[in-house]
Each structure stands twice: as C-alpha cells, then as structure tokens.
C-alpha cells in the first residue's frame, strides 16, 4: 500500500537553468541603457545598451520559456503566478491614475491652458479603442480553438489577435509623433507629462502581450505545446484580456474626461 502511494507522488524535478540569469542581466542592461541616455546624457551609449537589453531579454524569455515546455508535462504554479502578476500590474496602474486624479481635481481648467487645442486627440483613441478591444474577442476564439485541438483555427486566430495588437501600437505610435511635431511634449505640463507616461506605460505592456503570443506561436509551430500542455495559452489570455480592461480606464481619464470638444 505504501509503495503504490509513493508511486502516485508526483515528483517536481528540479534542474538549473541560464536563462533566467540571461533575463536579469538584460533588464539590468535596459535600466543602464536608460540612465545613460536620460540621466548621463551619453544619447549613443543608452541606445546601445538598450537595444542589447531589449534583445538579451527576449532571447532569454524565449529561451527560458521553450526549456520549461520541453518537458513532458507541466509544473509549478503558472496559473496563480500570473493572476499574482495581474493583480501587481494593476496596483502599478492604479499609482499612476491616482496621482493623475491628484493633479487634475485642483485645477481650475484641465487640461492646463497651455494644452494645444487638439489634445486629446479623441478620434484617434476611439478607433484604436475598437481595434484593441476587437482583438480580445479574437484571443478568446484562439483559446477555443486551442481547447478544442484545432491547431490552425487557433494559429489563425492568434496571429488575427497580434495583427490588431499591432496596429493599435503603431496608432499610437504615430498618434505620439504627430502631437510631438506639434509640440505637445512629455514636459509642456503636468498633463502632458501624465499622458504620455501612462498611455506609454499601457503601451509597453501591448508589446509584452504581443512579444508573448509570439514565444506561443513558435512553441505551437515546433509542436511543445498542445493537449494537456496548455497553462502558457490561458496565461496569456488573463493578462491580454487585463490590458484591454486597463484601457478602458485610460480612455476614460486620459481621452474622454478631459475632452474639450
């Protein structure tokens, strides 16, 4: 009886691992990068670093993430540590709409007078609003597909899924651009400085979304995941879903609250 209990334990085989050591340097390197070009004013030298940063990290994200799902089954707690993650995400969030709640109620006018009269650019907002909330319809009917084994409904939907992800960066991108050829910048005033941190912040994690469903179609593509192998997919739906729900607050307070008309 003893020994059909022992046989029954399952056994998490602990091994080690370079990648999560390859992961912390870059994102050290990312944070020298930053330093020097903002704090040290060596513009060529952050740019370098960070570039280097940005690709040790995803190298090692990927690298990490394919070692883990070579195995023959799942381990850990995956599902808990990134409903942990979310929930850590969120309280981020949360500082920066706080402290924008904190400048914008004392002000007589907001945003500030000298905010030039097409900030916030509304329309521009709207439409990148139905194509990143579009994309999570299509997360979910990849996660579908997925549970219902079929492999090229889900690819197809995935890549659907980073397309519209795509296309609300490069919207914002060009949405950036445009106002700061205009001279709406991150240091015109306190609005400004609110904006573009945080629509950034927000966009920062559409790319890490979009970096993820990435390591998830090339992991479907090389065959390591699939059947019973599936946490990395619902994982990735969470947090998806997360930044399209925190969108919508910053829609609200950064778009549509202040809007002049």
């Known amino acids: 009886m003893s020994e059909q209990v022992i046989h029954d334990v399952e056994h998490h085989e602990v091994g080690l691992s370079i990648w999560p050591f390859v992961v912390g340097i870059s994102a050290v390197t990312v944070m020298f990068g930053f330093m020097s070009a903002f704090q040290w004013k060596l513009s060529f030298l952050g740019l370098v670093l960070g570039g280097a940063g940005v690709v040790g990290v995803l190298v090692g994200l990927f690298g990490w993430v394919s070692e883990v799902y070579a195995k ?13 993650f979310i929930l850590s995400e969120a309280a981020l ?4 709409f706080s402290g ?19 900030v916030p650019p509304l329309g521009m907002a ?23 084994g079929e492999t090229g409904g889900f690819k197809a939907w995935l890549i659907f899924t980073m397309v519209l992800g795509s296309i609300f960066l490069l919207g914002q991108a ?23 941190t ?20 090339i992991l479907v593509l090389r065959g390591r995941i699939g ?17 399209d729900g925190i969108w919508l607050i910053v829609l609200s307070l950064i778009y549509v609250l202040p809007y002049r008309g």
């Open 72 to 84: 023959k089954a799942e381990t850990g707690l995956s599902k808990m540590a990134i409903i942990i």
């Open 93 to 96: 969030f949360g500082g920066l």
């Open 100 to 118: 924008y709640l904190y400048n914008m109620f004392p002000s007589p006018i907001w945003p500030p007078a000298n905010t030039p009269s097409e």
């Open 126 to 148: 709207l439409i990148l609003s139905i194509i990143l909330l579009s994309s999570s319809a299509t997360i979910q009917m990849a996660e579908s597909r997925f549970e219902r």
């Open 174 to 196: 060009s949405e950036w651009a445009k106002l700061i050829s205009e001279g709406f910048t991150v240091s015109t005033n306190s609005y400004g400085t609110f904006f573009y």
């Open 198 to 217: 945080i629509t950034g912040f927000h966009g920062s994690h559409v790319l890490v979304g979009l970096v993820l469903q990435l390591f998830i179609l």
């Open 227 to 243: 059947g019973e192998k599936k946490t990395i997919v619902k994982a990735c739906g969470y947090y998806w879903h997360f930044v």
